[in-house]
């Protein structure tokens, strides 16, 4: 009878330390989880950046837009907008309602708790500007996108 126990045992043992460990799925958990390691980063963001605060042109246009298109503007002028962890409204996500670091550098969950460079978009490139600054939104509001937005 000791042997089921015995084998059950064993079986839970290898499964729960050779069993391959899923990644912990990137969330998003807003600029203030930078500033500890990153301040300076932060401070000089805050100071030249304008997407720092870009939530306020948003929010100064919601009258004059249908619900439909005042959420398409969540998507470039939040972080993390429709993504794990990420922007959901002003009132349950307050910390995501502006544009932060991870807007171009990704989730930052597990390289906060890592600390490890790895962990995080490090080499910013253009193809993470165009995401938001495509053509369309460079021409409609004449706006073409700062590389490191001056935080760098």
């Known amino acids: 009878m000791r042997f089921p126990f015995i084998v059950t045992v064993m079986t839970a043992f290898f499964f729960s330390f050779a069993w391959p460990v899923v990644a912990e799925e990137k969330k998003f958990v807003g600029i203030d989880a930078c500033i500890d390691c990153h301040q300076e980063q ?89 995401v938001c600054h495509d053509k369309d939104r460079v021409d409609e509001f004449n706006f073409e996108p700062l590389v490191f937005s001056g935080a760098h």
Do not use: R
């Not at 429709?82 to 930052?108: A, I, M, R, W």
């Open 42 to 130: 932060y401070d000089t963001f805050m100071k030249h950046s304008k997407k720092a605060h870009s939530f306020l042109n948003i929010k100064k246009m919601e009258k004059k837009l249908t619900a439909q298109e005042y959420a398409e503007c969540f998507q470039c002028h939040t972080t993390g907008y429709g993504k794990p962890g990420g922007f959901v409204s002003e009132t349950q996500t307050p910390g995501l309602k502006n544009p932060g670091c991870e807007v171009c550098h990704g989730p930052g969950s597990v390289h906060v708790e890592t600390q490890d460079p790895d962990d995080i978009v490090a080499n910013i490139t253009m193809e993470h500007c165009i």
